[in-house]
């Protein structure tokens, strides 16, 4: 009984999360995980490219598997021109393949979306609560070390939005 409030409540807090970004991106579009795992499955010219812009040691931990990692600033300005120079070279096989950028649960990647959108660039979507929302619904993750995969949490403050089974220690 205690596990399913609180995997109802997870799911609330990281919908609550949405919400608030997509009160203050109003123009960046998400995309669902189950659908980006479609698409991801079809592997055809519809396959979308993955941008990973959390920290080299939350990458490492784990993310989802073909993800490009384009570290960014949690915090502070953003370099825009860094930002679109990585996305462009992402594209270079592929020149009209949607982007989909994603953090933990989708503030730092909503922040970049936003950016590479005012720089211009079109087909950019946010996936929604990030890694988390991935890994909550049991998606498969690559780079994890362990048998069973495990995130990194980010922070203690944003840990209890995953499900214990995928949590890794914060580093």
């Not at 990973?52 to 598997?65: G, I, K």
């Not at 825009?80 to 096989?93: D, F, H, N, P, V």
């Amino acid at each position: 009984m205690r596990s399913k409030l609180r995997t109802r409540l997870r799911r609330l807090a990281l919908r609550a999360v949405q919400g608030a970004l997509e009160r203050t991106f109003p123009k960046v579009d998400s995309i669902e995980p189950e659908e980006l795992q479609r698409l991801l499955q079809r592997g055809d010219e519809e396959r979308p490219i993955l941008l990973d812009v959390r920290s080299q040691s939350e990458f490492d931990c784990s993310h989802l598997h073909g993800a490009l990692h384009v570290p960014t600033p949690t915090w502070g300005s953003l370099d825009t021109r860094g930002l679109r120079a990585s996305a462009e070279r992402a594209r270079s096989r592929d020149p009209h393949a949607t982007l989909v950028v994603y953090c933990s649960v989708g503030l730092r990647s909503a922040r970049v979306v936003a950016e590479l959108q005012n720089s211009g660039l079109g087909h950019v979507l946010n996936l929604s609560e990030g890694i988390f929302g991935w890994a909550n619904r049991g998606l498969e993750l690559a780079g994890a070390s362990r048998e069973a995969p495990r995130v990194h949490p980010f922070g203690r403050p944003w840990a209890w939005l995953l499900s214990p089974e995928y949590r890794d220690r914060p580093h």
